[in-house]
Each structure stands twice: as structure tokens, then as C-alpha cells.
């Protein structure tokens, strides 16, 4: 059986606007509003469509740097942003009001007409850019010259 997967014709980020313009109402805005946030928050962002299945062919958007950052999902009543390492993250500015309960992800669900303070939402992107770089960089080894003691006895 072969896989329904996103359309290899358009780069990411293009299919993105398209699936944010097809539900042309509160959702679309809120969506647009946050990716332009994450952008803005750092602009070597990458965009993909993750996820591809029969009943979100499209799949999902992803957005990371040296790691996944977070997802933006659209459902009925909200637009959820899921923060994949988001237990990790400090959240000064109080975003995370959903999936709190787990050891890695939160979330941010938005409501129709609520609004996320910009600032602290760029911050948290920023945090988890660091967190995923900081995850990446090579563990401290012994400093050079230092002995290690002897466990044997004399």
C-alpha cells in the first residue's frame, strides 16, 4: 500500500500557507499570527510538514532549529501549539495551559479571540532553540592533567 505524504512539488513553508488559507476564518489569522511569531523569534527557523497520513494528508506543521521547536495543529475550537521538549522550558510568561501532566511536551491552546503575548511567546521559542542546542553540543570531557583517583586499596 503506498503512502499519501505531502506533495514534494512545494517547499514546505508553501504548502504551510496553503493549509492555513484553506480554513479562511479565526483559526487561519491565529495560525498566521504565531508562525510570523516564530519567525520573527529567530528567522533560520525551519518549516516541514511532518506526519502525512490518510486523514491529514497534508500533515502536520513542524517547526525547528537543531531540533523540533514545536507543532501548530488546528482543531474545531483551538490552535494547539505543541512545545516537543516544553516540560524543559521555563514559562515565565504562563503560555503553557495544555498537556501538562507529561514528562517532555506542553502545549499552548488558543481560543478564538485570545490573544498570546508576543514577547513571551518569542521567548519561548528562543528557549527551546537553546535548549535543542545546548542538547547538541558535545559533552565536557576531564580536563587534561587531572588524575583520577584509585579505587584499589594498598
Request: charged share 35%; hydrophobic share 35%.
Amino acid at each position: 500500500m503506498k503512502k499519501t505524504g505531502p506533495s514534494k512539488k512545494r517547499p514546505a513553508s508553501d504548502q504551510i500557507e496553503k493549509r492555513i488559507a484553506d480554513f479562511n476564518d479565526w483559526r487561519d489569522e491565529t495560525l498566521q499570527r504565531m508562525r510570523k511569531l516564530i519567525k520573527e523569534a529567530d528567522p533560520h527557523v525551519i518549516e516541514e510538514r511532518k506526519w502525512a497520513k490518510v486523514t491529514r494528508p497534508d500533515g502536520v506543521p513542524v517547526w525547528s532549529l537543531d531540533g523540533i521547536i514545536c507543532t501548530g495543529e488546528t482543531y474545531k475550537s483551538v490552535v494547539k501549539l505543541t512545545f516537543a521538549k516544553g516540560a524543559s522550558l521555563k514559562d515565565p510568561g504562563k503560555l503553557f495551559n495544555s498537556s501538562l501532566d507529561g514528562n517532555a511536551r506542553r502545549a499552548i491552546d488558543i481560543k478564538e479571540g485570545e490573544k498570546v503575548d508576543a514577547n513571551a511567546f518569542k521567548a519561548l521559542v528562543r528557549a527551546a532553540i537553546e535548549l535543542n542546542q545546548a542538547a547538541k553540543k558535545p559533552k565536557a570531557t576531564a580536563k587534561a592533567g587531572t588524575k583520577k583517583k584509585s579505587t584499589t586499596k594498598k
